[in-house]
């Protein structure tokens, strides 16, 4: 059973609009969460993170909320850019970063 | 970005024969990781090390081995490889401590075709 669940493996939208990429996990022990963005033919790479004591985090266009009681997380894009376009997957770990659990990623597609 | 190299890039074997893929990294990092990326699935973690010579199994780890002697080096063994091997296999590290906190870094990748 997954423990990270990313429910839309695809997205759509366009430039300059608002991404919003949504993410569920269903381990309460989980207190610390991330986004990576992949392109093809590369590695992911770390795109943001929160730790399960804030609610918000906040990195230039990306921003991260966290809601622990409903056990779900977003990514909101803003605004949108075609370089934006890739594969984003949320991950999760307890314990800072021992165990990493990746969701199944959204392909976000940003059109000019 | 964090030095991590994988090799090959690519590789395509035969069903039943053995394959290793190799992971360096220059970070220092005492953790490193072996994941899965295949359609549907995201990233499924094969196998891990929190230290030379200090392994353990992941989520989808039958058919893997791995081993490591160095700090630097991970590698991902494939005994007897099997077409639904057939994926893209990422390394990864981190470090317990420092800039690298709760962080992966993860390599380029490696192609493997099983026919």
């Known amino acids: 059973d997954q423990q990270v669940k990313q429910n839309s493996p695809s997205l759509s939208v366009q430039e300059g609009r608002i991404s919003i990429l949504n993410c569920d996990y269903t381990?309460?022990?989980?207190?610390?969460f991330l986004w990576y963005k992949k392109y093809p033919a590369e590695g992911p790479t770390f795109l943001i993170s929160?730790?399960?004591?804030?609610d918000k985090n906040e990195d230039g266009r990306f921003t991260v909320f966290l809601n622990k009681s409903a056990k779900h997380l977003s990514l909101h894009i803003v605004p949108s850019q075609p370089g934006d376009s890739a594969v984003y997957f949320c991950a999760a770990t307890d314990n800072y970063g021992q165990n990493f659990v990746f969701g199944p990623g959204t392909r976000l597609s940003v059109l000019p | 970005d964090a030095g991590i190299t994988q090799s090959p890039r690519h590789k395509v074997t035969e069903t039943g024969t053995p394959v290793t893929l190799r992971c360096h990294q220059t970070?220092?990092?005492?953790?490193m990781y072996w994941y899965r990326q295949d359609p549907g699935h995201g990233l499924r973690l094969i196998h891990y090390s929190y230290g030379v010579k200090d392994t353990d199994k992941g989520e989808v780890s039958d058919g893997y081995s791995v081993s490591r002697s160095k700090t630097e080096d991970f590698l991902l063994t494939l005994e007897s490889a099997t077409s639904s091997q057939t994926s893209v296999y990422f390394c990864?590290?981190?470090?317990?401590?420092?800039?690298?906190?709760?962080?992966?870094?993860f390599g380029s990748g490696t192609q493997l075709s099983v026919l």
């Open positions: 381990n309460s022990m989980f207190d610390y």
């Open positions: 990864a590290s981190t470090s317990p401590t420092g800039p690298s906190l709760g962080k992966l870094f």
């Open positions: 929160i730790s399960s004591i804030k």
């Open positions: 970070e220092n990092h005492r953790y």
